[in-house]
């Protein structure tokens, strides 16, 4: 990742990759002449991405459950939580990885439709598996100019609809892009809340805070966008996360697909929506 790189011998798990779905992705359309596709598009997704040019080959997941451990912080200060920061890029990067991997056996141009999302289990409170899904596509003209700049498959978070926009622009995804950071927000004392009944006023230490976690999230979202030769993000969300650190510690989370031009021959001037009038027969 952009800010939070591993360090050597940190994760043991960056060593071990999943063998489980080699017998599925033998039998995939990509993979074998007779294979059958999989995807979790709907039939409109489905019509429309053959519109735009490419076809599904297969469903594409990559998974990492890990032990998000704890991290003390001054009790009346904000501060970034380093280490809980640096843990949720790490298993976030994993689960991308393997999702990466398996359109790479598929010979895919790109993924389309990812989902990044954590999820528990009862015999695991201290757990969360990290999920990377999505539906591994490829052009059918086969020319290579839809993939990353460095030659792999890109991958997006766009809907069909919004991909098959995106290709109309003389655009294509990149790579789907995301900033964290697992910020410590201060606690105010019994004195400073005393004061403060009864009355409008800002909170300001907890603007503060919020606006600086935010803002890492942010910077470091684009930072991979530029690593990665993007001209832009489209779609940028940020959300707010509480997990099982506490009510004070808090994840800001930035996510987004970073896009590049292609060149002007791959625009689709005549699939630009067209205006309509409708007029009501209702008396």
Same mark, same amino acid.
């Given at each position: ?16 990759? *999943?063998? $489980? ?29 053959? %519109? $735009? ?39 976030r ?8 991997? %398996?359109?790479?056996?598929? =010979? ?6 990812? =989902? ?39 991958s ?15 655009? &294509? ?25 009864g009355?409008?006023?800002e ?5 503060q805070?919020i ?13 991979? $966008? ?13 959300? &707010?996360? =509480? ?7 808090? %994840?800001?989370?930035?996510?987004g ?6 060149? *002007? ?7 630009? *929506?067209? *205006? ?6 209702? &008396?």
């Amino acid at each position: 990742m952009a800010m939070f790189g591993k360090s050597a011998g940190q994760d043991q798990g960056a060593t071990w990759e *999943p063998s $489980a779905a080699s017998g599925r992705l033998a039998a995939t359309a990509g993979a074998s002449e007779n294979g059958v596709f999989t995807s979790d598009l709907s039939v409109s997704e489905y019509v429309l991405l053959d %519109e $735009a040019g490419f076809e599904p080959l297969g469903f594409v997941v990559g998974s990492s459950i890990y032990h998000i451990g704890l991290q003390l912080a001054r009790w009346g200060q904000n501060q970034e939580l380093g280490m809980l920061t640096q843990a949720m890029y790490s298993a976030r990067e994993l689960a991308m990885s393997r999702m990466q991997a %398996e359109a790479d056996q598929l =010979n895919a141009d790109g993924v389309v439709g990812v =989902n990044l999302r954590l999820q528990s289990y009862v015999w695991g409170q201290d757990v969360l598996e990290f999920v990377a899904t999505g539906t591994a596509v490829r052009a059918l003209k086969g020319e290579g100019a839809h993939r990353a700049p460095g030659g792999r498959a890109f991958s997006s978070d766009l809907s069909a609809q919004d991909f098959y926009r995106v290709l109309a622009s003389g655009s &294509v995804p990149v790579a789907f892009v995301l900033g964290t950071c697992v910020y410590h927000i201060a606690h105010q004392s019994a004195l400073q809340s005393l004061r403060q009944a009864g009355t409008n006023q800002e909170m300001v230490i907890f603007t503060q805070g919020i606006y600086e976690a935010r803002e890492l999230a942010l910077s470091r979202m684009q930072a991979e $966008a530029t690593a990665s030769g993007a001209s832009g993000i489209v779609g940028v969300n940020v959300a &707010v996360l =509480n997990h099982v650190w506490g009510e004070h510690a808090t %994840e800001f989370f930035a996510t987004g697909t970073a896009i590049r031009r292609l060149d *002007p021959s791959h625009h689709m001037p005549g699939s630009a *929506p067209k *205006p309509t009038f409708t007029l009501s027969l209702d &008396v």
